[in-house]
T-cell receptor, first 114, second 114 residues
């Protein structure tokens, strides 16, 4: 049962344009969401996170939007740069003391076209 | 920033042998570390939670006798794949620091069993 889903396995965006990556979840107990970026043969690196008490969090070129009623979050990257080409994973967690497990989506491969 | 180091980055072993993968937190103490496995084009699947000084907690479907986890100190967790078979070939990744602190991931280990 895939509790966190990224329905687009790949996405190509022109350099300078906006990249929008989407993520859906089914577990209503999730209250903390994260985005990770991963290059081949490397571990993921943290990008940005959002708590369920917010609907938006912004960090430089990266903005994450959360729609709790729709159980949907998205990552916006603007402007997109060639170095953004990577696989992006969304992850979710219940912020319960003693439970720090992350549930990952299947990832979206973003390709930025120069 | 915090760094998690994983070793080796690549290993090739013969069927039936055992392989040990190390995960170290370099500049912080981690009472909990996580071990993930990633198949090609698939999500990161949590295998087990490694707890310092106590037994690991395995996810459903993960054989604890096959994937031995030892967390003997606050900076080191090891995953030993015992009696490896070709189907164990995968990308194994560890992390330290949970969702509350945005997990830091190791570089990953590409295991190939021949």
């Amino acid at each position: 049962d895939q509790q966190v889903k990224q329905n687009s396995p790949s996405l190509s965006v022109q350099e300078g344009r906006i990249s929008i990556l989407n993520c859906d979840y089914t577990n209503s107990m999730f209250d903390y969401f994260l985005w990770y970026k991963k290059y081949p043969a490397e571990g993921p690196t943290f990008l940005i996170s959002i708590s369920s008490i917010k609907d938006k969090n912004e960090d430089g070129r990266f903005t994450v939007f959360l729609n709790k009623s729709a159980k949907h979050l998205s990552l916006h990257i603007v402007p997109s740069q060639p170095g953004d080409s990577a696989v992006y994973f969304c992850a979710a967690s219940e912020r319960v003391v003693g439970n720090e497990k992350l549930t990952f989506g299947t990832g979206t491969r973003l390709t930025i076209i120069p | 920033g915090a760094v998690v180091s994983q070793h080796p980055s690549r290993v090739i072993c013969k069927s039936g042998t055992s392989v040990k993968i190390e995960c170290r937190s370099l500049d912080f103490q981690a009472t909990t570390m996580f071990w993930y496995r990633q198949f090609p084009k698939q999500s990161l699947m949590l295998m087990a939670t490694s707890n310092e000084g106590s037994k690991a907690t395995y996810e459903q479907g993960v054989e604890k006798d096959k994937f031995l986890i030892n967390h003997a100190s606050l900076t080191l967790s090891t995953l030993t794949v015992t009696s490896a078979h070709p189907e164990d070939s995968s990308f194994y990744i560890c992390s330290a620091g949970g969702a509350w602190a945005e997990a830091f991931f190791g570089q990953g280990t590409r295991l190939t069993v021949v």
